[in-house]
């Protein structure tokens, strides 16, 4: 496994290496500390807070490097963490209030983290108070999840956190003579009446089951707007990490990231749990 | 390829001919309209912006449907029943009781014993988005008709009228010389249902299942998007209900995510009017083009405003006004008995 930690200097970097902690990785793990913010001219700054991280590090892992690299953040971002060794990236960010957000002149860095990594990105925001026990892994209940849905059960692996799947059905019925069924399911009636979203969420448990690495798996189907709900699901839980997988990818079609909606973006910017995006 | 050219062809011709029937209702609902003025204005007291409001509103919830209201009011503003003002609201009033009959079928449905909230849905939500923007347009749309500088200058091209009046001038002084003025305006209102209706089966399908828009069922779209495409629908279709069945077969199940609906429903309250637009030129009544173009920047503004601030709160109010009013019986017969006594008080107050 390789893993880079961006550290900017501040406390947010060592929440980030504190709940990177939490994941459990193995030993052998290769864990890059990548400078971002600093100038080649004034390591001193970058030393210090390296010198922090690894002793935060050090007893967890034998493998810690550093990159500091000057100039442009995103440019030099870009370049390294396009190598095919780095599983995760991870980075501390402050929570977002709700209504300060709103005034931000550009994106925030996760945002751009977000949208043109291609690979899973872990935004730390706070650190649970016990260990990593509850994860919220959100499904958009079709076939391009599935791939998340693995990727995130092998990151999380370690960890062994209890899991609840959620899928939220923000639909109403067109028909109003249609029985529209559907749209009163729990997560349980749909999987025993084998709905489109029952059978999904039925091959999401297996998934997460075959790892055998997680303390309980819960089926959940909300419904309303899928914002709310998703927010309301983390309140209700008190979630330590939601898990969602993102369209927006450098991959991804230009035409398909004009016309769809950035869900992944949308949830970053309102949730104060930490965050791992997966594509 | 000979059958095809055939098919257009005659499609075409269907268009000229209803086009020709309709100007002939709006010109039989004027002439119809002229000498029943103070029984209009003293009948049903529509002699006030108000009245005229809930004169619209009451007439779009009987005739379930905003067009052929909405062309009454330009007919009824060139015969000079109504002024400017009076004509807008009740082009306004038009649209807030133009998916009565989705509320009213939904409501038959919940007492035979259907799922009360599943019943509402997409009529119930189209409904609402209508009503809640409508305050704001009518305070836009006043503002934008009292300025002086949006005073009519548009004038149609008489030439392109000439055609009508060669075949329509002889079919009125025909018409009038069997049928009364009330009749007129009868014959002449159903005959614009009538033709709105043909209108509906000779407009060619739109295929969105082929684009990459077809999964406006389950995947969330960027709002705009949706907005730009109910609004570019409604423009084929002109009229809000027909642009929405053109989403069902999208969706296997017959649902659609309500983050897709809203925007859609707002873009197609703007595009509704064109049908009303061309009436108003047919008409060549340069203060009734004026008067559809200023309610369709009104809309278009108070749209605007919701897209570009507000949009998930807005989402968000339409939801659980949605679920508050279907999920009690009481509330939604409540909400059914103000839909249809509002309007009522407009006009006895009005």
């Known amino acids: 496994m390789g893993v880079f930690l961006l550290c900017d200097g501040s406390a947010s970097s060592e929440t980030a290496a504190r709940f990177f902690l939490l994941l459990n990785y193995p030993k052998s793990t290769q864990v890059t500390l990548f400078g971002i913010g600093q100038t080649v001219q004034n390591p001193s700054v970058s030393r210090t807070h390296f010198n922090k991280i690894r002793s935060i590090l050090d007893q967890s892992f034998t493998q810690i490097d550093e990159v500091v690299i000057g100039g442009g953040v995103w440019d030099q971002l870009h370049n390294v963490i396009s190598d095919p060794s780095i599983d995760l990236v991870v980075y501390g960010e402050r929570p977002a209030y709700s209504a300060l957000r709103h005034l931000r002149l550009s994106a925030p860095l996760s945002s751009k983290l977000e949208r043109n990594l291609d690979k899973p990105l872990l935004v730390v925001r706070n650190l649970p108070s016990e260990a990593l026990e509850r994860v919220l892994v959100c499904t958009s209940g079709d076939q391009a999840a599935i791939p998340m849905l693995k990727k995130s059960a092998q990151l999380l692996s370690w960890a062994h956190p209890e899991i609840t799947v959620l899928h939220v059905m923000s639909q109403v019925a067109f028909n109003i003579t249609g029985s529209a069924q559907d749209l009163l399911d729990t997560a349980e009636t749909a999987m025993q009446r084998g709905t489109r979203e029952g059978l999904h969420l039925k091959a999401a448990m297996e998934i997460l089951e075959t790892s055998g690495a997680f303390q309980k798996i819960v089926p959940r189907l909300r419904h309303g707007l899928v914002l709310d709900e998703v927010l309301a699901e983390i309140r209700t839980q008190r979630t330590h990490l939601l898990v969602i997988g993102s369209h927006f990818r450098v991959q991804r079609g230009r035409f398909a990231r004009i016309l769809t909606a950035d869900i992944a973006r949308d949830l970053l910017g309102e949730v104060s749990c930490s965050v791992l995006i997966v594509s | ?350």
């Open chain 2, 1 to 350: 390829m000979w059958l095809r050219v055939s098919l257009i062809t005659a499609r075409l011709l269907g268009i000229i001919f209803c086009l020709t029937l309709f100007v002939l209702a709006l010109m039989m609902m004027k002439d119809g309209a002229g000498p029943l003025e103070p029984w209009i204005r003293g009948h049903f007291s529509v002699d006030t912006p108000a009245s005229a409001l809930g004169f619209g509103w009451l007439g779009s919830s009987l005739a379930l449907s905003g067009s052929p209201v909405a062309a009454t009011a330009l007919s009824l503003l060139d015969a000079e029943v109504l002024n400017g003002a009076e004509a807008f609201a009740m082009i306004a009033g038009s649209r807030l009781g133009a998916s009565f009959l989705l509320l009213i079928i939904g409501f038959i449905y919940i007492i035979r014993g259907q799922q009360q909230r599943l019943s509402m849905g997409v009529g119930l939500i189209s409904l609402l988005v209508t009503q809640t923007i409508y305050p704001a347009v009518l305070l836009v749309g006043y503002i934008l008709l009292g300025l002086s500088w949006l005073k009519p200058s548009y004038v149609t091209e008489r030439e392109a009228n000439a055609l009508f009046d060669l075949v329509i001038e002889p079919l009125l002084l025909v018409l009038r010389a069997h049928i009364p003025p009330l009749g007129m305006l009868i014959v002449g209102f159903l005959l614009v249902l009538v033709t709105l209706w043909a209108f509906d089966r000779l407009i060619p399908a739109i295929r969105l299942k082929e684009t990459d828009l077809g999964l406006v069922a389950r995947v969330l779209y960027r709002p705009v998007i949706v907005f730009l495409l109910g609004a570019f629908v409604t423009t084929l279709t002109m009229s809000v209900s027909v642009s929405l069945g053109l989403l069902v077969p999208l969706s296997v199940r017959g649902y659609i995510r309500q983050e897709n609906l809203i925007p859609y429903i707002l873009g197609a309250n703007i595009t509704t009017f064109v049908d009303t637009l061309i009436a108003a030129a047919l008409l060549n009544n340069p203060v009734a083009v004026t008067i559809v173009f200023v309610q369709m920047i009104s809309v278009l503004i108070v749209t605007l405003v919701i897209l570009v601030t507000s949009l998930r709160f807005y989402e968000r109010v339409i939801h659980y006004m949605a679920n508050w009013i279907a999920g009690n019986r009481l509330l939604l017969l409540i909400y059914i008995l103000l839909i249809l006594g509002i309007p009522i008080a407009l006009l006895w107050i009005g």
